[in-house]
């Protein structure tokens, strides 16, 4: 199975600051064929379920504001926020769709110093 | 408006069973995959299994695998999660999860608390 291991498990970002997350694979999942990564990034607020971020480790869903942006490829990947706001406060966890089972990683939790 | 919304939950003692249902409305039921993803007390997402869009293709995590089976109805617009021989470590939030790359639509969830 495809492990992802995301770092920092926390951090805390001041208004208006920069929030980077990691995530490592243990395994590309790079797909030769189409030259697409199958990595998604999600937000998880407490009390809400999950929502999609980002696809294919660098496309923005439709309506998630511009300040959130993932790059990467192969194994190594990062969603950045830019510009923290008080509603970015949240879990995000990435997750790799190259093989299954379908992995998350561990999660890091986001708050603002 | 896409829609899918989980049921089934409860109380289960260790060794018993039970089955969620995800009744979906919405979009084209019949021909999406379709995903059960959980998330125990405190812990991180775990993707427990997923089906083809023609119920021919299941897959599932190894620490289900044997104990529980992903299947669907597509006439009833309907997805399920048989859950025998369960396990304390599978108490949880249950979430029905339409797709099976980037998950945009997600239930709210049923919650499965498995405990003597």
């Known amino acids: 199975d495809i492990v992802l291991t995301q770092a920092p498990d926390s951090l805390a970002v001041s208004l208006g600051e920069r929030a980077t997350i990691n995530c490592k694979s243990s395994?590309?999942?790079?797909?030769?064929?189409?030259?697409?990564?199958?990595l998604a990034w999600y937000q998880q607020k407490p009390g809400q379920s999950p929502k999609l971020l980002i696809s294919w480790a660098s496309t923005r869903v439709s309506g998630v504001p511009d300040r959130f942006s993932g790059s990467g490829s192969g194994t190594d990947f990062t969603l950045t926020i830019n510009n923290l706001q008080a509603e970015d406060v949240a879990v995000y966890y990435c997750?790799?769709?190259?093989?299954?089972?379908?992995?998350f990683g561990g999660g890091t939790k986001v708050e603002i110093k | 408006e896409v829609q899918v919304v989980e049921s089934g939950g409860g109380l289960v003692q260790p060794g018993g069973s039970l089955r969620l249902s995800c009744a979906a409305s919405g979009f084209d039921f019949s021909t999406y995959w379709m995903t059960w993803v959980r998330q125990g007390p405190g812990r991180g997402l775990e993707w427990v299994a997923n089906i083809r869009s023609d119920g021919y293709v299941e897959g599932y995590a190894d620490s289900v695998r044997g104990r529980f089976t992903i299947s669907r109805d597509n006439a009833k617009n309907a997805l399920y999660l048989q859950m025998n021989n369960v396990r304390v470590e599978d108490t949880a939030m249950y979430y029905c999860?339409?797709?099976?790359?980037?998950?945009?639509?997600w239930g709210q969830g049923t919650w499965v608390t498995v405990s003597s």
């Open positions: 997750q790799q769709y190259y093989s299954p089972p379908f992995t």
């Open positions: 395994q590309s999942v790079l797909f030769s064929s189409d030259n697409y990564n199958y």
């Open positions: 999860v339409k797709g099976n790359s980037g998950y945009v639509h």
